[in-house]
């Protein structure tokens, strides 16, 4: 497990290769908030894919402003995902599926990964498996302090969007069990695309919106506040929506 660091944690989920969105988040936090954020955290689907990540760091060379780290999503290439990752770790820390991690506020257990839906939506690569789940079932009772991941337990009352209903019911069974088991104070996830509020037994959980409609601060002694705040996204080809993108 990673050492304990002091500072703010913002996170975000949901980035779809929009990487800008990140740094203008922190400077809402930074400089309209005022709190002093140490490290990103983005809850899957960042969108790690070769030509967006090539124009973006190599091409103009950009940097983050502070240290990033993901989970995956099921929006990311899983065919290159190791390559990736390595060819691009001086500008963002993957954080592999059943990780531990301590950033300041106890003990952190990260799940990337979703609920199988269909071909287009859960590449291969992406579903959390019964030995993902599994692994975390074989940690101490209570062990856990904070969750984070992509999809959500089927607990939190998370509803399908009209027009994904067709999908199944969301979340995922097996994190059920997994919140069940550990009882973390703390679970936040992204994936549904909105702001979601539950509390179960001793676990709070909170969803997060797409990157550009808000994010979330957590600071070190527990605080926890969810910052709504628009980014200005680019227009992007029409295209884009034939195929599901916005």
Do not use: K
Request: proline letters at 7%; a negative charge; one cysteine or more.
């Amino acid at each position: 497990m990673s050492p304990p660091d002091a500072g703010v944690t913002l996170l975000v989920s949901d980035i779809h290769s929009r990487y800008h969105v990140i740094d203008a988040q922190v400077a809402h936090a930074r400089e309209t908030l005022g709190r002093a954020v140490a490290r990103v955290l983005v809850l899957g689907d960042f969108g790690l894919f070769g030509p967006n990540l090539h124009d973006f760091f190599r091409r103009d060379g950009r940097r983050f402003t502070l240290p990033v780290s993901f989970i995956e999503g099921n929006h990311e290439d899983f065919r290159s995902f190791d390559a990736l990752v390595e060819e691009y770790a001086d500008v963002v820390t993957h954080l592999p599926r059943g990780s531990l991690h301590d950033f300041g506020s106890g003990p952190w257990l990260c799940m990337g990964g979703a609920r199988y839906m269909d071909a287009w939506s859960t590449p291969s690569g992406c579903e959390i498996s019964e030995d993902d789940i599994d692994r975390c079932l074989e940690m101490e009772p209570g062990s856990i302090d904070i969750v984070i991941s992509h999809d959500c337990p089927t607990c939190t009352g998370v509803v399908s969007h009209p027009e994904l209903g067709h999908l199944g019911p969301p979340g995922v069974e097996g994190l059920t069990r997994v919140a069940d088991h550990l009882r973390p104070r703390l679970w936040f996830f992204g994936h549904h695309h909105r702001w979601h509020e539950a509390i179960i037994g001793d676990t709070r959980y909170v969803g997060l919106p797409q990157s550009w409609q808000g994010y979330v601060l957590l600071d070190t002694d527990g605080r926890v506040d969810l910052v709504e705040n628009e980014v200005t996204l680019p227009r992007r080809p029409r295209w884009w929506r034939w195929i599901g993108l916005r």
